[in-house]
């Protein structure tokens, strides 16, 4: 069982940038592949970025390309993302992922552990 706990959520205006953070319960949190999903209400959560084991490859969605930045410590057990220009499309619940593997992934493949999340909340 991996433990998942994010942080750095909060409110920024249209424009600005947050990081969040998601640490990992387990020393080998350097095995899997992380991710973040997002959810806003009434619809299904919705893959965003995942990185391999590695940290040497990285996969986003269309939608955060060039924006977001993923990133991971595998010293510190912990999983970074770093949010810039966010828009108000972007509030939702962000959730942090493990995956069973260590390889790159991509949208399609299933999380075997998530984070309770946390909110981001972009105003125009």
């Known amino acids: 069982q991996v433990q998942l706990v994010e942080s750095g959520g909060g409110l920024v205006q249209a424009g600005g940038s947050l990081r969040l953070s998601c640490a990992a319960s387990?020393?080998?949190?350097?095995?899997?592949?992380m991710g973040w999903f997002r959810q806003t209400p009434g619809k299904e959560r919705e893959f965003v970025t995942a990185?391999?084991?590695?940290?040497?490859?990285?996969s986003y969605a269309d939608s955060v390309r060039a924006r977001f930045t993923i990133a991971r410590d595998n010293a510190k057990n912990t999983m970074y993302l770093q949010m810039n220009s966010l828009k108000p499309e972007d509030t939702a619940v962000y959730y942090c992922?493990?995956?069973?593997?260590?390889?790159?992934?991509?949208?399609?493949?299933?999380?075997?552990?998530w984070g309770q999340g946390t909110q981001v909340t972009v105003s125009s």
């Open positions: 992922v493990a995956y069973q593997t260590g390889l790159r992934v991509g949208p399609d493949k299933v999380p075997a552990y």
């Open positions: 387990r020393r080998t949190f350097s095995l899997y592949a």
């Open positions: 990185i391999s084991s590695s940290g040497v490859s990285a």
